[in-house]
């Protein structure tokens, strides 16, 4: 998969009190994804050109993608669409980023989301909500043991951008 | 056309007093703020300034908002000659409760976007409020040596 035409829209970083080994567990694992990513279960294939999936609770498919460039311990990237009708005819695929890097005692954790298109405010809202809950929970999990509990509503200015393009959403 | 602006948030399992005592007191901030010990009486037009742990000021500004504890907002100009700001940051703290924990949103405006300046801000925040959110939830800041941040790399 070439990836090279896709540019970074939304970027967050955060240092977690960890090994660069237990972040990048914690991020291909289901078992572990289901406490941090709101309860949803993130199954991988870590070989480039692998299947990453990510089912609901009741075991639905809610997000696939495709393993682009795998690196153990430090650099992880795969597409991420979201399996909405319309949506990745309508607004492309949606590339996701982790890089892993010591840091002192820490570790440094870049998600990086990038698109083969530019893409307006709205429609990256969504995103831009969803990962500093998710991230900052996956801190929280590997420093003390216990995820948060991050009770987010719908991300509404997402859903209503979408819906004004014709995308239809649960 | 919207004024370039640096946004980060995050949750954080505290109260919003605790998180406000963690942002305004001086010797909190210094355990996990790269040493720096931030100094105001925080009324509204007051100095603030950023001390660091030799006693000389690195930044120094005003504060602009003070709503304890739901938002914060100072400004300042770094004094050193190499991450000088091109004019004065205007940096915003809300702090909003969120079931058992506190969402802080940090909001920045004030720089020239791909400038030197903001190299170092979106290098800096993030290492910052992570050593902050690890000391409120664990009782100990992270260990990042300044230098991990590359602030030289662009």
């Avoid at chain 1, 939304?10 to 291909?28: D, F, G, Q």
């Avoid at chain 1, 990038?114 to 999990?141: E, M």
């Amino acid at each position: 998969m070439n990836i090279d035409h896709f540019k970074p829209l939304t970027v967050y970083t955060i240092y977690i009190a960890s090994t660069p080994e237990k972040v990048w567990e914690a991020l291909t694992s289901a078992e572990f994804s289901r406490k941090y990513f709101f309860g949803n279960a993130v199954e991988i294939d870590l070989r480039v050109g692998g299947a990453y999936i990510v089912r609901t609770p009741d075991g639905s498919l809610h997000i696939s993608g495709e393993v682009a460039e795998c690196v153990p311990y430090r650099k992880l990237t795969f597409t991420f669409n979201v399996n909405w009708p319309d949506l990745i005819e309508k607004l492309g695929p949606t590339l996701v980023t982790y890089d892993i890097e010591p840091a002192g005692d820490a570790v440094r954790l870049t998600m990086t989301e990038s698109h083969d298109r530019p893409l307006d405010d709205d429609i990256l809202s969504g995103g831009r909500q969803g990962w500093p809950a998710i991230l900052s929970s996956l801190k929280s999990l590997l420093e003390t043991g216990e995820p948060l509990v991050v009770k987010m509503a719908p991300p509404a200015r997402m859903l209503a951008a979408l819906k004004k393009l014709g995308i239809k959403t649960p | 056309m919207s004024k370039p602006e640096f946004i980060y948030v995050t949750y954080i399992e505290t109260t919003a007093e605790k998180l406000w005592h963690a942002l305004t007191d001086g010797e909190f901030t210094a355990r996990y703020w790269f040493g720096a010990r931030l100094r105001s009486d925080w009324k509204v037009g007051s100095s603030f300034e950023m001390v660091r742990s030799d006693g000389t000021v690195s930044d120094a500004g005003k504060v602009v908002e003070c709503d304890p504890p739901r938002r914060l907002a100072y400004t300042f100009i770094n004094l050193s000659d190499k991450y000088k700001n091109e004019f004065p940051a205007l940096a915003t703290f809300v702090l909003e409760p969120y079931g058992k924990l506190v969402k802080l949103t940090l909001t920045q405006e004030g720089f020239v976007e791909g400038g030197k300046f903001y190299a170092g801000i979106s290098k800096g925040w993030p290492a910052i409020l992570s050593s902050l959110k690890s000391l409120l939830e664990t009782g100990e800041p992270l260990q990042i040596p300044f230098e991990a941040l590359k602030m030289e790399e662009a």
